[in-house]
Nanobody
Framework: QVQPVESGGGLVQPGGSLRLSCAAS????????VGWFRQGSGKEREFVAA????????SYADSVKGRFTISRDFAQTTVYLQMDSVNPEDTATYYC?????????????????WGRGTQVAVSS
């Protein structure tokens, strides 16, 4: 069973960029849809972006559309979240999650396997 493992979090200044990685442990993401979610302090977990197993039609939360980009590598071993023009409201723990091909979306309950998260702090 593929286990997602996040990395790349850290401290970034407002307006800066950061790239998060979600690596597939014990396999590849070739048969899975993958989503990124985040949870700020005292807030509920919210959808950020998702990419289907085909790597085709991606989806984004309105709050990150035009600033964040989700992608997956050719080998299907890593899914990335490129974060540009970040602001303090992007501060959160970011989680990667997987579900069977064709079952992904913006609802966290659709996803079966979750990583442990990576923290992102946006501050000057």
């Amino acid at each position: 069973q593929v286990q997602p493992v996040e990395s790349g979090g850290g401290l970034v200044q407002p307006g800066g960029s950061l790239r998060l990685s979600c690596a597939a442990s014990r396999g590849t993401f070739s048969a899975y849809d993958v989503g990124w979610f985040r949870q700020g302090s005292g807030k509920e977990r919210e959808f950020v972006a998702a990419i289907p197993w085909t790597g085709g039609r991606t989806s984004y939360a309105d709050s990150v559309k035009g600033r964040f980009t989700i992608s997956r590598d050719f080998a299907q071993t890593t899914v990335y979240l490129q974060m540009d023009s970040v602001n303090p409201e992007d501060t959160a723990t970011y989680y990667c999650a997987t579900t069977f091909a064709g079952r992904g979306g913006s609802d966290p309950s659709l996803y079966r396997i979750w990583g442990r998260g990576t923290q992102v702090a946006v501050s000057s």
